[in-house]
């Protein structure tokens, strides 16, 4: 089998610790969300994401204030609600241009990027995080701006990270047969989703999350083991 053209990567638990995720970036958004949008609240991007969380609760009538408690709670649940990701992006974005914030990105990781992109494999991002949060992570990551490596992202806009037809849609996007693209991620349920789509796959095994035996998915503790050029062969 030749080596795939394309690679897309998950980020949570792949690239990155789950740790930075859930212990940094998450609770900095619930710390800075009421003064975010008390301070920044008539800008017309935070106010399309409220407006779309009062749509997406079926709420209309909700006044900011309700609107922050709603999405406050929304951040305890994990929901992956994107006008939630898009102001939480919008939040950590003023976090990382002051210097509050850096993005982790495994060494392991960013060295392998580097040597595919260097050996012309074309690199995507997707992720249940927004394509600006995304963004975020590579371009003040603790390894230095990565995001020259990607040629695009793919977030919830796309589709659940858990359904066939979101794989489907980012293999047209690209204008590749799905069996030319290789999908890396540590959630069984994605890697089957995107399977079941065609692509190729590979579980990233890190130790961060119990990853169930028998998955059937070619499995890699770090992106050093990784090589697809290798598995092609």
Known sequence: MSAPVAIVTDIEGTTSSIAFVKDVLFPFARKHLAEFVATHGEQSSVRQCLSDARTLAGEPALDDVST?????????????????????????????ARGELKGHVYADAARELRAWHGRGLRLYVYSSGSVAAQK??????????????????????????????????IA?????????????????????????????????????VAVPAGHGHPTFHDFTTLDPFARAS
């Open 136 to 169: 975020l992570i590579f371009g003040y990551s603790v390894e230095g701006d990565l995001t020259p490596l990607f040629s695009g992202y793919f977030d919830t806009t796309t589709g659940p990270k858990v359904e066939a037809a979101s794989y489907t849609k």
């Open 68 to 96: 922050v408690a709603l999405l406050q709670r929304w951040l305890d649940e994990d929901r992956k609600a994107t006008p939630l990701k898009t102001l939480q992006g919008l939040i950590w974005a003023d976090g990382y």
């Open 172 to 208: 047209q996007a690209l204008e590749l047969p799905p069996g030319d693209i290789l999908f890396l991620s540590d959630n069984v349920a994605e890697l089957d989703a995107a399977r079941k789509a065609g692509l190729r796959t590979a579980c990233l095994d890190r130790g961060e």
